[in-house]
């Protein structure tokens, strides 16, 4: 996988927490997890999350502050 989506803004499908989740981006959804230092323990359905790496087809996300 190229690196196009890191930096990226992706939609909450399913609850995302330290160990799973679902994002979806450019019409496409993906399994994910939030990055291990984390301050928050999950990320709730229709939030969004900014993707900051990948492992293979999983990938890690933050939390972003909406305005």
């Known amino acids: 996988m190229d690196d196009k ?3 990226k ?3 909450v499908v399913s609850e995302v927490t330290k160990s799973e ?3 979806a981006i450019y019409g496409e959804e993906w399994q994910a997890k ?5 301050p928050e323990n999950s ?3 229709g939030e969004s999350v ?3 790496s990948n492992d293979s087809i999983i990938f890690t996300v933050e939390k ?3 305005n």
């Open 5 to 7: 989506y890191i930096g």
């Open 9 to 11: 803004i992706a939609k």
């Open 21 to 23: 989740g679902r994002v």
């Open 34 to 38: 939030l990055k291990d230092d984390a």
């Open 43 to 45: 990320v709730g359905a």
């Open 50 to 52: 900014k993707i900051v």
């Open 64 to 66: 972003i502050k909406e």
